[in-house]
């Protein structure tokens, strides 16, 4: 069983920056493929940002060149810096972990609004 503990989220201005971390309680996280998924109001969950086990990454187009997915597994520990926010990125951030089987985070609210 793996626990995945979101934080970093909140309520930020058209422009500007947060970081989300995601800590896993597992020492074995090297082993564990990551993701930041995102759900908006009546829409469906959707992938942001992906990291393989060998720091491999992928993107969303919506997010590509402002948004930026980095481990560390010193500390079990995922990150999403999201620059240039928009209010399109308003949702709750979900982080996932995939190695057997798929844990999911509680999620953090982000909301991007003037």
């Known amino acids: 069983q793996v626990q995945l503990v979101e934080s970093g989220g909140g309520l930020v201005q058209p422009g500007g920056s947060l970081r989300l971390s995601c800590a896993a309680s597992?020492?074995?996280?090297?082993?564990?493929?990551m993701g930041w998924y995102r759900q908006a109001p009546g829409e469906q969950r959707e992938l942001v940002a992906h990291?393989?086990?060998?720091?491999?990454?992928n993107y969303a187009d919506s997010v590509k060149g402002r948004f930026t997915i980095s481990r560390d597994n010193a500390k079990n520990t995922v990150y999403l810096q999201m620059d240039s926010l928009k209010p399109e990125d308003t949702a709750v951030y979900y982080c996932?972990?995939?190695?057997?089987?798929?844990?999911w985070g509680q999620g953090t609210q982000v909301t991007v609004s003037s």
């Open positions: 990291i393989t086990t060998v720091s491999s990454t």
């Open positions: 597992r020492s074995i996280f090297s082993r564990y493929a």
């Open positions: 996932n972990a995939q190695y057997i089987n798929e844990y």
